[in-house]
Nanobody, 130 residues
């Protein structure tokens, strides 16, 4: 079992960059695929990016592909989301989530929705000003 804790949110101007981090407690972090979701005011929580337990496989939502990069450091029990070319529509609370990965991480497991993940953090606010 892991408990994700997000950090690194803040206020940034449009076109700027920000990196959010997610530190997960537990000795089995390397057995979990990790994902980032976001929720804007009045909207449903949506998938942003996911990474397999090894870090080899990644998935991205079309809206962030080419601008955001997910990565992980298993020695530090941490997953990162580097966000570049930020736009006001990226404003949201960003959540980190974990799912146990037994075999290969499929696109459905990674991108299929919130119910594909077992453990969630409390979120970190990212605000992009125009």
């Amino acid at each position: 079992q892991v408990q994700p804790v997000e950090s690194g949110g803040g206020l940034v101007q449009a076109g700027g960059s920000l990196r959010v981090s997610c530190a997960a407690s537990g000795r089995t972090f390397g057995s979990y695929a990790m994902g980032w979701f976001r929720q804007a005011p009045g909207k449903e929580r949506e998938f942003v990016a996911a990474i397999s337990r090894s870090g080899i496989t990644t998935y991205y939502a079309d809206s962030v592909k080419g601008r955001f990069t997910i990565s992980r450091d298993n020695a530090k029990n941490t997953v990162y989301l580097q966000m570049n070319s930020l736009q006001p529509e990226d404003t949201a609370v960003y959540y980190c989530a974990a799912r146990f990965q037994a075999y290969r991480l499929t696109s459905d497991q990674a991108m299929g929705g919130m119910n594909r993940y077992d453990y969630w953090g409390q979120g970190t606010q990212v605000t992009v000003s125009s």
